[in-house]
């Protein structure tokens, strides 16, 4: 099995339009390693569905070169559909008139799978996804989380080597997308090696799954890393969160001492007054700081009462990579109604 | 769950990245495809779960046209209009089925994209969409077949269509049926493949076109009072030489609709009527020359459709 998964070299994707041509990849160069978890985080419009269309082999590249397990998705387009599959959220796919089992079937034919072999796989994977109740309902019937199910079902049904999922989670309730997470999750650790690429707009999920994230937008590739190799490129000094039952001189105080950047009151402490206690920020030059401040506060006969390291966050990422949070994402040109405030 | 683990449980685990899977087994993935795209069509064409929704497209549609006609011919050509009776049954009957196929094939592709959205996950499979396209329409046209039958049953006997089974050229019959039925296949690929490339609201296309296939195949009227030139445009098209066959072959003897004294047919070949050979020959020579243009069309379609990215389109979107 080839070490790669996915190996994108200089893609670009211009879409033409009316108006002027869009571009919705503008030179992505990507390596997949096989087995991986890999996520795609970006604003709407930053291309992600895009890639995953042009390793599908849905969509020619405008140029560059794109392989799945160094199958070329031009050239080689069969061999990639064999060993591939894809499941995109937030759409009602199938054809109603059939039941969960007839449309599973169906597509196992399509894969080649010899027809009681087909039915066997059908079975087994309607079971895995929980779908067994509905399994002679007609698809018209099921509801969007069942019918998701179903197309999940659908994208494991040849076995793929590697999977792609465009927003599986879209418009599922939590209890549905926690169920449908844990499906994934859990038929990737079933086999070493089986490899994913998702796209999702939910941080958390990004965070939970992924192994490596690339943060995209405007059809380029802002960063790449692990989650955490992401947050700490945002967390460049050490942000503690502390509570102190009493504090002599106040955050004045503390802010001063050294390696101390800055020490400021928590918001919403003051109203706290029944507890009786002092929570403060502290942001430190680095974690070494601390032992001074410790040992400082100990000298003013304050009692720590709680410490914890507060973690930056997907978002505090992306917000910072992308300029914008994902409710203002999409409205990086300011409309007529902004210029008239401004 | 074991489930998940996949095929482990049907014993071919370890050859789970085993480069051999890239490959498919050919014909018999073709075949296994082609059959199930047949059997899906059938499901979802036939209206099997509703009878009178089947009654109605596959049956009154064409009997009532059929019945309008012989009206009409009645009032117009006075008695002589009986001898046309058989010619115009079999024309309904026949052109139920042509809007089977034709616009079936293409309506195929505008549900699948716009109303089921499988379309994407049926490309994306390994299976060759022409040969599950070409499936669905052998589908709608089994379908429409049981229609033909019974217009034209429902019209002998109601309608006293003089109709001899022991005269039946049977030969011919099959002949142009087969032949017939690719030439239909082909024009619905031919279409399919427009159909892709729109992007708005094109329900209504295929049926245009095969509105427009009606007037120039003789169909219900002989060609000889078209104008020379639409004469020969019905003259290339595979569908007028089927219709042809068929009513020479069901009703030998009786009008024909190609040629007749001052025809295109005539000055072109210096005898008035088509022979049953002749008629054959012109079926195969054009219908082989659709279905291959079809193929071809559909397949530059397709790859235009990758390089545009139409295979998700929906309309409004
Ligand atoms: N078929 C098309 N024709 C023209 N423009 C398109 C087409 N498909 C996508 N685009 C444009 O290309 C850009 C990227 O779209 P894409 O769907 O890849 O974004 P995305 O990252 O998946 O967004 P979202 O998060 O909203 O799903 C967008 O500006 C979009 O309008
Ligand atoms: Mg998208």
Request: proline share 5%.
């Amino acid at each position: 099995m080839p070490a790669l998964a996915i190996e994108v070299r200089g893609v670009r994707r211009v879409y033409s339009s009316k108006k002027a041509p869009i571009v919705a990849l503008d030179g992505i160069d990507l390596e997949v390693p096989t087995g991986e978890f890999f996520g795609l985080l970006g604003p709407n419009g930053a291309g992600k569905t895009t890639l995953i269309k042009i390793l599908t082999t849905l969509l020619s590249p405008s140029s560059g070169t794109a392989s799945v397990f160094g199958f070329d998705v031009e050239k080689d387009t069969k061999k990639i559909r064999r060993i591939m599959n894809m499941v995109a959220g937030g759409e009602q796919s199938g054809y109603g008139i059939l039941s969960v089992r007839e449309q599973l079937w169906m597509f196992t034919q399509f894969y080649g799978l010899a027809g009681a072999e087909g039915w066997r796989r059908v079975d087994e994977l309607i079971e895995a996804v929980g779908l067994a109740e509905q399994r002679l309902q007609r698809v018209s019937t099921l509801s969007t989380g069942q019918r998701q199910k179903m197309n999940l079902a659908r994208g494991l049904l040849n076995d793929p080597w590697i999977l792609f999922l465009d927003e599986p989670t879209l418009g599922l309730d939590v209890a549905a997308a926690r169920s449908l997470r844990e499906l994934i999750v859990e038929w990737r650790a079933a086999v070493p090696g089986r490899t994913i690429l998702l796209t999702t707009h939910y941080m958390a999920e990004a965070d939970e799954l992924c192994e490596r994230i690339a943060i995209v937008d405007h059809g380029r590739i802002l960063a790449i890393g692990s989650p955490d190799e992401l947050k700490r490129r945002v967390q460049r000094e050490s942000i503690f969160r502390i509570e102190l039952d009493r504090l002599e001189g106040g955050a004045q105080a503390l802010g001063r001492l050294p390696g101390v950047v800055s020490a400021t009151a928590a918001a919403g402490n003051e109203a706290d007054t029944d507890r009786q206690s002092v929570v403060m920020n502290l942001v430190l030059e680095d974690d070494g700081a601390l032992g001074r401040v410790v040992g400082d506060l100990a000298d003013r006969g304050s009692h720590i009462l709680g410490l914890r390291k507060s973690e930056p966050t997907l978002e505090d990422v992306f917000v910072e990579l992308v300029g914008r949070g994902f409710d203002e994402a999409g409205t990086d040109e300011p409309g007529p109604s902004a210029e008239a405030i401004a | 769950m074991t489930a998940m683990a996949g095929p482990a449980a049907t014993g071919i685990d370890g050859a789970r990245f085993d480069p051999s899977r890239t490959e498919g087994r050919g014909l018999a993935d073709t075949l296994r495809s082609f059959k199930v795209a047949v059997l899906l069509g059938w499901k979802l064409e036939a209206n099997w779960t509703d009878p009178f929704l089947f009654f109605i497209y596959s049956v009154a549609k064409p009997l009532s046209s059929a019945l309008i006609l012989v009206v009409m011919l009645e009032v117009i050509g006075g008695p002589a209009g009986k001898a046309f009776r058989p010619f115009v049954i079999v024309g309904s009957a026949l052109w139920a089925f042509v809007l089977n196929g034709v616009a079936g094939l293409a309506w195929s592709v505008l549900e699948d994209r716009e109303r089921y959205r499988v379309l994407k996950y049926v490309y994306v499979s390994p299976a060759d969409f022409l040969t599950v396209l070409v499936g669905r329409g052998v589908a709608r046209i089994g379908v429409g077949l049981a229609g033909v039958v019974i217009t034209l049953m429902v019209g002998v006997i109601a309608l006293g269509v003089p109709f001899d089974i022991g005269r039946v050229d049977w030969p011919m019959l099959v002949a142009v049926s087969a032949l017939g039925l690719a030439s239909i296949i082909g024009l619905g690929l031919l279409m399919a493949g427009v159909c892709i490339q729109t992007r708005q609201e094109s329900w209504s296309y295929p049926e245009a076109f095969a509105g427009a296939l009606f007037l120039v195949t003789g169909a219900v009227f002989p060609l000889v009072v078209l104008p020379a030139p639409v004469q020969i445009v019905g003259l290339l098209t595979p569908l007028t030489w089927w219709i042809a066959g068929t009513r020479q072959a069901l009703f030998p003897g009786g009008p024909g609709s190609v040629g007749g004294p001052g025809s295109a047919f005539a000055s072109t070949f210096g005898h008035p009527d088509p022979s049953a050979g002749e008629i054959v020959l012109a079926l195969l020579v054009t219908g082989t020359v659709v279905t291959l243009a079809a193929v071809a069309v559909f397949r530059l379609s397709d790859r235009r459709a990758k390089r545009t990215g139409l295979y998700d389109r929906t309309t409004g979107s």
